[in-house]
């Protein structure tokens, strides 16, 4: 976080024009965007007739702090974790909406680090991608609102809806490290009145670097997704919410089980399961398919009983698996 | 707004399946998507290949308070001005993500309404358009960000920039209605504290509907985008921020001059050029054009001084006729 006392103006001491002046430089251009921003609205060219669309809320609070994340990180999760909610439809991204109310103190250099993480993210995970219009406002609470576009490139989608018994269950990208990064933030990256510190959360950096990096600026698989659907993949999520939630989600939508082999889920099952914004695809297969990129087996659907999640053929309780139950959500 | 006290639940009383399965039933279904909300993302088909996006984010306190308006009426206007802004492209509005941050202490029943508001607006101003995602997140600050789409048709989409010398300038909806509104609201809707006042705001409603509905609840003239672009509009935006800094805005685009008709203007010049949130339609046509649908003319695209505005000939000073000079802008 730019430190507000370090000299260069903030969002509420210089105008809209030249708040956009500095900051659409800085952002991605779209190569299927025939009109970019500036006008009322943007154009963007599809190559099937279709587009795929989804939308999502960054709230400071519930969502992250700014005493954390750097506005590079949140610029760079915000894309990130769009995209994948486009990829996780078999879709190839290529473009976004940008809407930011940002609090009145916060410095325009900031504003400027987060477009260029949202660039990053873009040209990093899904390159071709861009911005192609936003918004900016004022608020009490910094909010981040993006909406993400996709292309199907003739395919069908790949809904949560089309596995069937007998499957490969697949997961393509960390399972849990999200989780760990939060974990230890919560626990360490705090002061002693439990909110969140900065300087403290700087030295878990130094020394997990590799799960705070996973949890505040995740690099989804999306390339994955579309390597699935062409792969055939007859199902396919986002992991926002956990495996052992998401797998349910996705079992109920199929009316089908998952067993999930525990010793595929590497050295932390708990985490692997109960964890959240892991941000990997959750994808099932027809069976004897190639698996394709990065996705690697972690079980098979099952026929009943329909929306269960097992492990090794055991019923798994969610509240069992939830590291973190005794929390205080609401400290920080 | 309903009473928090008048027994339902809260936002934070329920949990977010059992809040999408009250909400989810009220919006409307858009007819050009194939897959709704419940996965990942929506998809959504186009007549040409190509979609029309806007985006924009309405907070509590700079954009609305809910002292004064009903969660019914934000509703509408999230769609409306939205729907506005694709019509302006000249284009057909199809659909919209709604993403929304609750403070954990609204009613249930508050989004309830909100998304009737958005249902009644989208089959009010542009039947087949619904939403087709969206997300629910819990902020201090109540937040809301809509973006919609647009189906172009096969047209070229009508820009800012393409207004011509002698082209007839034109206006399609109210001009300072929605000021005037928003004008007695700040003087007679707030208590003696100068607070927005829920009382005093509905008193003002039975005697002034009219203007006060303009700013809570506005019709912006959805058809007539689409019967601008086939009539041959050379330029078209959406009166957000007052005639005046709008024209200037078109005009700056298209590097020409616009002279308005102060007789044209009605019986408040004032209010018609310096009032925001109009979400009228201005748009230039070529001599001789018959103005289609709800255009009437306001004045003439003038080769110079490029980017300005004038009236009956004469430079128009913006400051000279801003209705809000001498306001506080902080109080309420």
């Given at each position: 976080?730019?430190?507000?006392?370090?000299?260069?103006?903030?969002?509420?001491?210089?105008?809209?024009?030249?708040?956009?002046?500095?900051?659409?430089?800085?952002?991605?251009?779209?190569?299927?965007?025939?009109?970019?921003?500036?006008?009322?609205?943007?154009?963007?060219?599809?190559?099937?007739?279709?587009?795929?669309?989804t939308?999502?809320?960054?709230?400071?609070?519930?969502?992250?702090?700014?005493?954390?994340?750097?506005?590079?990180?949140?610029?760079?999760?915000?894309?990130?974790?769009n995209?994948s909610d486009v990829?996780a439809?078999?879709?190839?991204?290529?473009?976004?909406?940008?809407?930011?109310?940002?609090?009145?103190?916060?410095?325009?250099?900031?504003?400027?680090?987060?477009?260029?993480?949202?660039?990053?993210?873009?040209?990093?995970?899904?390159?071709?991608?861009?911005?192609?219009?936003?918004?900016?406002?004022?608020?009490?609470?910094?909010?981040?609102?993006?909406?993400a576009?996709?292309?199907?490139?003739?395919?069908?989608?790949?809904?949560?809806?089309?596995?069937?018994?007998?499957?490969?269950?697949?997961?393509?990208?960390?399972?849990?490290?999200?989780?760990?990064?939060?974990?230890?933030?919560?626990?360490?990256?705090?002061?002693?009145?439990?909110?969140?510190?900065?300087?403290?959360?700087?030295?878990?950096?130094?020394?997990?670097?590799?799960?705070?990096?996973?949890?505040?600026?995740?690099?989804?698989?999306?390339?994955?997704?579309?390597?699935?659907?062409?792969?055939?993949?007859?199902?396919?999520?986002d992991?926002?919410?956990?495996?052992?939630?998401?797998?349910?989600?996705?079992?109920?939508?199929?009316?089908?089980?998952?067993?999930?082999?525990?010793?595929?889920?590497?050295?932390?099952?708990?985490?692997?399961?109960?964890?959240?914004?892991?941000?990997?695809?959750?994808?099932?297969?027809?069976?004897?398919?190639?698996?394709?990129?990065?996705?690697?087996?972690?079980?098979?659907?099952?026929?009943?009983?329909?929306?269960?999640?097992?492990?090794?053929?055991?019923?798994?309780?969610?509240?069992?698996?939830?590291?973190?139950?005794?929390?205080?959500?609401?400290?920080?």
């Amino acid at each position: 976080m730019p430190d507000p006392r370090s000299g260069g103006p903030l969002v509420s001491e210089i105008g809209e024009a030249e708040l956009l002046a500095r900051i659409l430089p800085l952002l991605p251009a779209a190569a299927a965007a025939t009109t970019g921003p500036g006008d009322d609205a943007a154009v963007v060219g599809t190559t099937d007739g279709r587009f795929v669309v989804t939308t999502d809320l960054m709230v400071h609070g519930p969502d992250f702090r700014l005493a954390w994340s750097t506005p590079w990180e949140l610029g760079w999760k915000a894309a990130a974790t769009n995209l994948s909610d486009v990829a996780a439809m078999g879709a190839r991204p290529t473009a976004l909406v940008v809407a930011i109310a940002a609090t009145p103190s916060l410095p325009v250099e900031a504003l400027e680090q987060f477009a260029v993480g949202l660039r990053d993210a873009c040209e990093s995970l899904a390159p071709g991608c861009g911005v192609v219009g936003g918004d900016l406002s004022v608020s009490d609470t910094f909010t981040i609102a993006v909406t993400a576009f996709g292309d199907l490139d003739g395919r069908p989608p790949v809904l949560r809806s089309g596995a069937r018994v007998g499957d490969v269950v697949a997961v393509s990208g960390d399972l849990g490290r999200a989780a760990a990064g939060l974990r230890l933030l919560f626990s360490k990256g705090v002061d002693d009145d439990g909110r969140p510190d900065a300087g403290r959360a700087a030295a878990l950096r130094e020394r997990d670097g590799d799960v705070v990096s996973a949890q505040f600026a995740p690099r989804p698989p999306i390339g994955d997704g579309v390597l699935a659907a062409a792969a055939g993949a007859t199902a396919m999520l986002d992991l926002s919410d956990g495996l052992g939630l998401d797998a349910s989600r996705l079992a109920t939508a199929s009316g089908v089980g998952i067993d999930l082999d525990l010793d595929a889920l590497g050295p932390d099952p708990v985490l692997a399961i109960g964890g959240g914004e892991d941000h990997s695809l959750l994808a099932t297969f027809p069976p004897g398919t190639i698996l394709p990129g990065g996705f690697r087996r972690i079980g098979e659907v099952v026929a009943s009983p329909v929306g269960a999640v097992l492990r090794d053929g055991e019923p798994l309780d969610p509240r069992g698996w939830d590291p973190y139950s005794g929390w205080d959500g609401a400290i920080g």
